[in-house]
């Protein structure tokens, strides 16, 4: 198992995903699941297993289903780091899986059998301990030929089983962040600027950098639907006092801006 896909296909400039290595997050005995919901170009639900230090990873359209008669396609796509478990956010237009991310749930997993021969079988059932999965599932390779294998995700009966509640529509929101979708990585009207305060002598020592102060304003660009806006550091819209500034702001590819002031704020 290797990140060497998940690497190859993104760029770690551009997008907010962590770039990741392959460790252990869980004990032999407790490892870690996630769901994500993702608003790629299709929504879909990304359940990802931990094993062998990182993340076997499926894309399920339609999401899970605590109905034992529904199988739920799960298309097998590329390990993920484990650190990609905590990730939500917004992944920039024309990078690859563009769109926002959240957390839909996460837990501990437990196979029934040796995870790697099970998998490499095309058979596997587990146990989920996950904030909103429980209970017994499986996943079932199917014989379909795809360019990406192709599995079934089905709910075994037990007690969590149900052919009445719709578990994808029932919740919506993140497990981590309660955002949803359309609310992830959505930016502040304002982020209150890092004023200086006033103290006796200067700071001395490697750790600091003295400069002289140059004379000027401290301004916030935001970008918002179609135009930028100038905000002084008191929140004072300034933008028709700097009219050319805004305007060679608001050429600025909006994803990269969006995409830089979340790293900041992060
Ligand atoms: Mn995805």
Redesign the pocket.
Known sequence: MSLESYVSKRNFDSSPEPRGTERVLGTKNRLVFVI?K?S?RVL?F?LRLELNGVFKSW?IPLGPSLDPKVKRLAVE?EDHPLSYGGFEGVIPSGQY?AGS?IVWDRGTWHPETDPSSSLALGKIKFRLNGERLRGNWSLIRTRQHATQPQWLLVKLQDDEASTTVDVVSAFSNSVLSNESLATIGRLPDFIEPKLPSLTKSAPSGDVWLHELKLDGYRMQAHWGADHVRLLTRARIDWTSRFGNLANALSKLPRDIVKCCVQKTLN
């Open positions: 994500q993702h790629a879909h990304d894309a796509v899986g991310v």
